[in-house]
């Protein structure tokens, strides 16, 4: 079990999140405990409808839990007006889906730049960083390529490169490779490592593939409204969930598997 002196970046206490439809009343997480250290690279997974996209919306303060709460670096997020929420979010978190919501009449530089456009930063800083980022997700040679004009996998690393304009502290995606093969998916989680490593991002992926969470140091399984580790009794998920949790089984654990593929993981590492 891992013994972290600092304070994580992130803290869920006690999360709930309820929707009502159709005059009843739905529980997609129940008081839900997770800790995120600053550089974590963790993978969450569980089947549809277990709440992992909710857990990061609400993660990323794109919704409000219906109790409990969220700390980052110490202060309840949630306790701020929503424009002070929103102003955090735009500095502090970095956000790529499934579909990577590219602007389709801009080139990649353009719509890398977009966030630093939209915050008034100076033009010249704004082009110098945007090349610098295409270039650390390596599509230097794609600067002036509309999304039209390249490859899904290429159109995503765009994504990533726009999310992380603003420096945050915190990236999060969902289902990021869900519209991919398995060797360009792979090719993209390798990617997210080496920029883990360079850049000290912590990172949180929603993903149904246990292929590639599979490559992520913390793997964690929601499951009835709750998180688990991937493995029970996983020493690198000890200081993240309640003791409690930690020896589990989820209800489902064959929905979880995957035979691996190491030649295509290997070979996406190696051409990432």
């Given at each position: 079990?891992?013994?972290?002196?600092?304070?994580?970046?992130?803290?869920?206490?006690?999360?709930?999140?309820?929707?009502?439809?159709?005059?009843?009343?739905?529980?997609?997480?129940?008081?839900?405990?997770?800790?995120?250290?600053?550089?974590?690279?963790?993978?969450?997974?569980?089947?549809?409808?277990?709440?992992?996209?909710?857990?990061?919306q609400v993660m990323g303060t794109l919704d409000?839990?219906?109790?409990?709460?969220?700390?980052?670096?110490?202060?309840?997020?949630?306790?701020?007006?929503?424009?002070?929420?929103?102003?955090?979010?735009?500095?502090?978190?970095?956000?790529?889906?499934?579909?990577?919501?590219?602007?389709?009449?801009?080139?990649?530089?353009?719509?890398?730049?977009?966030?630093?456009?939209?915050?008034?930063?100076?033009?010249?800083?704004?082009?110098?960083?945007?090349?610098?980022?295409?270039?650390?997700?390596?599509?230097?040679?794609?600067?002036?390529?509309?999304?039209?004009?390249?490859?899904?996998?290429?159109?995503?690393?765009?994504?990533?490169?726009?999310?992380?304009?603003?420096?945050?502290?915190?990236?999060?995606?969902?289902?990021?490779?869900?519209?991919?093969?398995?060797?360009?998916?792979?090719?993209?989680?390798?990617?997210?490592?080496?920029?883990?490593?360079?850049?000290?991002?912590?990172?949180?992926?929603?993903?149904?593939?246990?292929?590639?969470?599979?490559?992520?140091?913390?793997?964690?399984?929601?499951?009835?409204?709750?998180?688990?580790?991937?493995?029970?009794?996983?020493?690198?998920?000890?200081?993240?969930?309640?003791?409690?949790?930690?020896?589990?089984?989820?209800?489902?654990?064959?929905?979880?598997?995957?035979?691996?593929?190491?030649?295509?993981?290997?070979?996406?590492?190696?051409?990432?």
């Amino acid at each position: 079990m891992n013994d972290h002196s600092e304070r994580p970046l992130v803290e869920i206490h006690n999360l709930t999140k309820r929707f009502t439809h159709r005059d009843e009343e739905l529980t997609v997480l129940e008081e839900l405990d997770l800790d995120v250290y600053k550089g974590d690279r963790i993978a969450i997974m569980g089947p549809s409808g277990a709440g992992k996209s909710t857990l990061l919306q609400v993660m990323g303060t794109l919704d409000e839990p219906t109790s409990g709460e969220v700390l980052f670096d110490g202060d309840a997020i949630f306790e701020r007006d929503s424009d002070a929420i929103a102003d955090f979010r735009n500095r502090e978190i970095g956000f790529v889906f499934q579909f990577h919501h590219l602007l389709p009449e801009f080139t990649a530089r353009e719509n890398v730049m977009m966030p630093g456009m939209i915050a008034r930063m100076a033009r010249g800083e704004v082009e110098d960083r945007a090349e610098h980022l295409l270039e650390m997700v390596g599509l230097e040679e794609r600067l002036e390529h509309q999304p039209g004009e390249l490859s899904g996998g290429e159109q995503q690393r765009v994504a990533i490169a726009r999310a992380l304009f603003m420096e945050p502290r915190l990236l999060l995606t969902d289902e990021l490779t869900g519209n991919l093969d398995l060797k360009t998916g792979a090719g993209i989680h390798a990617m997210l490592s080496d920029l883990n490593e360079e850049t000290g991002v912590t990172i949180v992926v929603v993903t149904h593939d246990p292929r590639l969470a599979e490559q992520m140091p913390i793997k964690l399984v929601l499951d009835d409204g709750g998180i688990l580790p991937f493995e029970p009794g996983d020493e690198q998920v000890g200081d993240r969930i309640p003791e409690s949790q930690l020896y589990r089984e989820p209800t489902n654990p064959r929905q979880l598997r995957a035979d691996s593929n190491e030649d295509v993981w290997q070979e996406a590492q190696e051409s990432a």
